[in-house]
Nanobody, 125 residues
């Protein structure tokens, strides 16, 4: 059983920054993908960013490209999401997730087998 635990959410003013962390424990594989999704009230859960664990290749949704940066620390089994220039429309519950090899598109929720509990990010206008 893989466990994912997020931290770093909170309240911030527009234009501010937050750094989310997700620590993974349990059985993992070095070719998996770690991703971040978010869900705002009345909206579907949407892809934010993902990173290939072994290669470090990063992928972003158009809505956050240029503002958010995903990274990982292999030794700590931890993935980060640095969020800069935050906007009110970034307000959502943010979820960390892990996809096993061959699970499907890294942009799609069905590819991800394990999910964290979510952490609230609120950006005031």
């Amino acid at each position: 059983q893989v466990q994912l635990v997020e931290s770093g959410g909170g309240l911030v003013q527009a234009g501010g920054s937050l750094r989310l962390s997700c620590a993974a424990s349990g059985r993992t594989f070095n070719n998996y993908v770690m991703g971040w999704f978010r869900q705002a009230p009345g909206k579907e859960r949407e892809f934010v960013a993902a990173i290939s664990w072994i290669f470090g290749s990063a992928y972003y949704a158009d809505s956050v490209k240029g503002r958010f940066t995903i990274s990982r620390d292999n030794a700590k089994n931890t993935v980060y999401l640095q969020m800069n220039s935050l906007k009110p429309e970034d307000t959502a519950v943010y979820y960390c997730a892990m996809a096993n090899p061959g699970g499907g598109s890294l942009y799609s929720r069905p590819a991800y087998n394990y999910w964290g509990q979510g952490t609230q990010v609120t950006v005031s206008s």
